[in-house]
């Protein structure tokens, strides 16, 4: 998400389906690069608890 300034609600709600979607199917998603804003809101709603998130792609990467 490196470059990203904001996320609406329907971003969130994107996240949220695509990681229900991953799950259902045995996957998981993970977010990489998180800007502090995005990072922020996540908490704020409870996201973080759903979405992993690492500092770069690699670790993201290495954590599967």
Do not use: D, H, W
């Amino acid at each position: 998400l490196k470059g990203v300034e904001f996320m609406s609600s329907a971003g969130l709600r994107v996240a949220i389906k695509a990681s229900q979607a991953a799950e259902k199917n045995g996957g998981s998603v993970k977010l990489a690069s998180v800007p502090e804003e995005i990072t922020s809101v996540m908490y704020t709603v409870g996201l973080n608890q759903k979405l992993e998130s690492f500092a770069s792609v690699e670790e993201a990467i290495a954590s599967f």
